[in-house]
Each structure stands twice: as structure tokens, then as C-alpha cells.
């Protein structure tokens, strides 16, 4: 049975009977968890297993766990310092930046991959520009060529423990001071500074076969009037024929402010689908679920499938 484009959420540390029924809907091919899902290894572990039970295809589940500002669980897990420690490390000593990168990104997908779940969206591959506050030190450096090369070290460990990579937020969400959970922020540079600088870092990874990108909810108005994750021009035009990304595109979560300009719940996700994501993220809006999944066309493609079943395990390694 092919996967599912529809990525949804859970309430709490059990399944409701609910969340049991939307876990079997055709259209659903995973579930993120949030810190309101974890209280301990062991029941992270029997959740899980409660997930995979109510749904009649393979899930892929996943999580925030970047480090720092951004881990969804921490009890019983290592606590990973932010991205930006890294980037300094590097500015101090390269060579065992690289390295502490590549065991960062092998402790963080290990400690995951333990409690059967697929993967972290991780890493994070904007600029910091020290203009976006919900970036931030999640960010590695404000360099390019920093960030790619300390990403590649990052994905080489996540990799080595089983875990495929997700860059983001495609193309850059970096230079933008509104946070696009809240507002909908718009990037006034052209396309040119935006291709020579913010999008280098996943150039550079497309190299390396990376395995997925997460479009930011961000107008970049000199290319287009859509959010890239509703923009054809980004995700078809850009990403994969200028680009020649192959990988997986899941939409950033439709429940954000920087996704409103799409309409309604429905629409969301039907606007991200046709723009060219794979998969959507809908999150934190029970009945906005229910919405899409009664009444959106979720039309995506069987090559999206196909794309999205090379999420559940990676090889050993770092470019490909």
C-alpha cells in the first residue's frame, strides 16, 4: 500500500480512539511528535509501537531534535547543544569541528533510531544573518561554505545510525526578522543575492544526495507572491529542474501564519501538493485535519511515494 502524503499529530502520551481512527486514514503516511508526546524512553517506545499497530502501511514517524532551542525530548536523552556552537567550533579549529558535527549528528539520529523513529528534521541550513530571532542559533554559521561543510559532517553521523537528512528551510529563512509561525514574513533581495548566498549550503548537499528539504514559509517577493512552500517556481522550477534535487519536499506546517496566504486548511494542503511537496505537515489543528482529510484532493504522485519510502533508513556514509 503506497504511503500517504499527510504527516499529522498526536495530543498526548496515548493514542485516543480518534487519533487511532486517523492513523488508518488512507491519505496519512506519518506523525510528528512534539515534547507533549515524551515522558520517558520506555513510553516514547510504547507509543510508537501503539502508532505503527493503527495504521494498516508502514508510518514514517519523526521529530524535531536539532539541539538546543529545538529538542522535542530530553529526559533520558543527551541533551545537544544548539548548531551555532558548532559554527563557533569551526571558527576556532575546523578539523575537529567537522568531527565533533559527525558525532553530534550520530549521537542525535542514534538516540531516535533506538525508539523506532525514522528521522529528525534536521539540519537546520539557513544563514544567520542575526536578523531572524526563530533562527538564531539554531543556525551553524553566518558562511555558506561553513554551513555546508559542517551540514555535510552533521548528515555523514546522522546517516551512520540509520537516519536520513532534511535541510531547512529551503531557500533560506535567515535574512527575514517576522517568524513565519506567527506572521508571514517577506524577503525583499533578488533572486540572484538569494541563489549566490542563502541557497549555496543546499547546493552543496544536493551534491551529496540529501535526502529531503522543508520549503520556509517565506515570500521572497522578487521571485514570487507565494511562500516557497506554495510556489511552483521554488519547489518545480528551482529546487528541482535548475537545482536537480531528487529527494523529498515536505511542506513546513500548514497550521503557521506563513502558510494563511493559501487559504483555508484544505487548501493548504492542496496548494502544497500542487507547488510540488510531497508530503504535508498539518499540526496543532485537529479539526483542520479532519477539514483537509474530508475535503482537500491530497492528489500526490506515486514517484512521491516512492521518494518518501527512501525516508525509513539511509546507508552508511555521507556523499553518495
Given at each position: 500500500?503506497a504511503?500517504?502524503?499527510?504527516?499529522?499529530?498526536?495530543?498526548?502520551?496515548?493514542?485516543?480512539?480518534?487519533?487511532?481512527?486517523l492513523?488508518?486514514?488512507?491519505k496519512v503516511?506519518?506523525?510528528?511528535y512534539?515534547?507533549?508526546?515524551?515522558?520517558s524512553v520506555a513510553q516514547?517506545?510504547a507509543l510508537t509501537?501503539?502508532?505503527?499497530?493503527?495504521?494498516?502501511r508502514?508510518l514514517?514517524i519523526?521529530?524535531?531534535?536539532?539541539g538546543g532551542?529545538v529538542?522535542?525530548f530530553?529526559?533520558?536523552?543527551t541533551?545537544?547543544?544548539?548548531l551555532?556552537?558548532?559554527?563557533?567550533?569551526?571558527?576556532r579549529d575546523p578539523?575537529?569541528?567537522?568531527?565533533a558535527a559527525?558525532?553530534?549528528?550520530?549521537?542525535?539520529?542514534?538516540e531516535?533510531?533506538?525508539?523506532?523513529?525514522?528521522?529528525?528534521?534536521a539540519?537546520?541550513?539557513?544563514?544567520?544573518?542575526g536578523?531572524?530571532a526563530?533562527?538564531?542559533?539554531?543556525a551553524f554559521h553566518?558562511?555558506?561554505?561553513?554551513v555546508?561543510?559542517l551540514?555535510?559532517a552533521?548528515?555523514?553521523?546522522m546517516r551512520q545510525a540509520?537516519?536520513a537528512a532534511?535541510?531547512k528551510h529551503?531557500?533560506g529563512?535567515?535574512?527575514?526578522?517576522?517568524d513565519?509561525?506567527?506572521?508571514?514574513?517577506?524577503?525583499?533581495?533578488?533572486?540572484?543575492q538569494?541563489?549566490?548566498?542563502d541557497?549555496?549550503?543546499?547546493?552543496?548537499?544536493?551534491?551529496?544526495?540529501?535526502?529531503?528539504v522543508m520549503?520556509a514559509?517565506?515570500?521572497?517577493e522578487?521571485v514570487d507572491?507565494q511562500?516557497?512552500?506554495?510556489?511552483?517556481i521554488?519547489l518545480q522550477?528551482i529546487l528541482r529542474?535548475?537545482l536537480?534535487?531528487?529527494?523529498v519536499?515536505f511542506?513546513?506546517d500548514?497550521?503557521?501564519e506563513?502558510a494563511?496566504?493559501?487559504?483555508?486548511?484544505a487548501?493548504?494542503a492542496d496548494?502544497?501538493?500542487?507547488?510540488g511537496c510531497?508530503m504535508?505537515?498539518a499540526?496543532n489543528?485537529?479539526a483542520?485535519?479532519?477539514?483537509?482529510?474530508d475535503?482537500?484532493?491530497?492528489?500526490?504522485?506515486?514517484?512521491?511515494?516512492?521518494?518518501?519510502?527512501?525516508m525509513?533508513?539511509?546507508?552508511?556514509?555521507?556523499?553518495?
Amino acid at each position: 500500500m503506497a504511503i500517504g502524503c499527510v504527516m499529522l499529530d498526536i495530543q498526548g502520551t496515548e493514542l485516543s480512539a480518534q487519533e487511532r481512527e486517523l492513523l488508518a486514514h488512507p491519505k496519512v503516511g506519518g506523525l510528528i511528535y512534539f515534547s507533549r508526546n515524551y515522558e520517558s524512553v520506555a513510553q516514547i517506545s510504547a507509543l510508537t509501537q501503539a502508532v505503527r499497530a493503527a495504521a494498516p502501511r508502514s508510518l514514517l514517524i519523526a521529530v524535531d531534535q536539532e539541539g538546543g532551542r529545538v529538542q522535542r525530548f530530553r529526559e533520558q536523552f543527551t541533551r545537544l547543544a544548539p548548531l551555532a556552537e558548532l559554527g563557533m567550533h569551526y571558527d576556532r579549529d575546523p578539523a575537529a569541528a567537522l568531527q565533533a558535527a559527525q558525532q553530534a549528528g550520530q549521537l542525535m539520529a542514534a538516540e531516535l533510531r533506538a525508539v523506532d523513529i525514522d528521522f529528525s528534521f534536521a539540519p537546520v541550513l539557513d544563514l544567520d544573518y542575526g536578523l531572524s530571532a526563530v533562527i538564531g542559533d539554531r543556525a551553524f554559521h553566518a558562511d555558506a561554505h561553513c554551513v555546508a561543510v559542517l551540514a555535510e559532517a552533521y548528515i555523514k553521523g546522522m546517516r551512520q545510525a540509520g537516519m536520513a537528512a532534511t535541510g531547512k528551510h529551503f531557500p533560506g529563512h535567515g535574512w527575514v526578522t517576522a517568524d513565519s509561525h506567527h506572521a508571514i514574513p517577506c524577503d525583499e533581495r533578488s533572486a540572484e543575492q538569494i541563489m549566490q548566498q542563502d541557497v549555496q549550503p543546499f547546493r552543496a548537499l544536493f551534491q551529496c544526495g540529501l535526502d529531503a528539504v522543508m520549503p520556509a514559509h517565506v515570500i521572497y517577493e522578487q521571485v514570487d507572491t507565494q511562500p516557497a512552500g506554495f510556489s511552483s517556481i521554488w519547489l518545480q522550477d528551482i529546487l528541482r529542474r535548475q537545482l536537480g534535487f531528487e529527494g523529498v519536499i515536505f511542506s513546513d506546517d500548514l497550521s503557521m501564519e506563513g502558510a494563511s496566504v493559501a487559504g483555508g486548511y484544505a487548501e493548504r494542503a492542496d496548494a502544497a501538493l500542487a507547488a510540488g511537496c510531497d508530503m504535508v505537515l498539518a499540526c496543532n489543528n485537529r479539526a483542520g485535519v479532519i477539514e483537509l482529510l474530508d475535503h482537500a484532493q491530497l492528489n500526490a504522485s506515486a514517484v512521491s511515494a516512492q521518494r518518501l519510502e527512501r525516508m525509513r533508513g539511509k546507508e552508511v556514509g555521507a556523499c553518495r
